[in-house]
């Protein structure tokens, strides 16, 4: 329904870095956990980090310590800070949100991908070696 719209994707050399945003409605922004998602091709949907409305982070092991989830109050935007950039981190990369969740009550991570039912179009990063 287009209230998750992402940018700032595009092509980076190895080691670079590029910051992905997606811009939401402030309903959404304030009371949805958020989410960051990747899909290479041939390749089954994976997370990369999740936001709840508190502003709890989780990442998955394979981004720990290069990425950053984070949300702008002032732009509405979940923003997703990547460096050290490898290539295997060329996906298109899928915002998404649901409903608030507590993680830990509800068994969830914030990273799979089946706690989201609303989803951006994506945008794409390439990284080349």
């Known amino acids: 329904q287009g209230q998750l719209v992402e940018s700032g994707g595009g092509s980076v050399q190895a080691g670079g870095s590029l910051r992905l945003s997606c811009a939401t409605s402030r309903y959404i922004y304030n009371n949805h956990n958020m989410g960051w998602f990747r899909q290479a091709p041939g390749k089954e949907r994976e997370g990369v980090a999740g936001?709840?409305?508190?502003?709890?982070?989780n990442y998955a092991d394979s981004v720990k310590g290069r990425f950053t989830i984070s949300k702008d109050n002032a732009k509405n935007t979940l923003d997703l800070q990547m460096n050290s950039l490898k290539p295997e981190d060329t996906a298109m990369y899928y915002c998404a949100s649901d409903r608030f969740r507590a993680w830990r009550a509800e068994a969830a991570t914030g990273i799979d991908p089946s706690e989201y039912a609303y989803w951006g179009q994506g945008t794409q990063v390439t990284v080349s070696s």
């Open positions: 936001i709840d409305s508190d502003g709890i982070t």
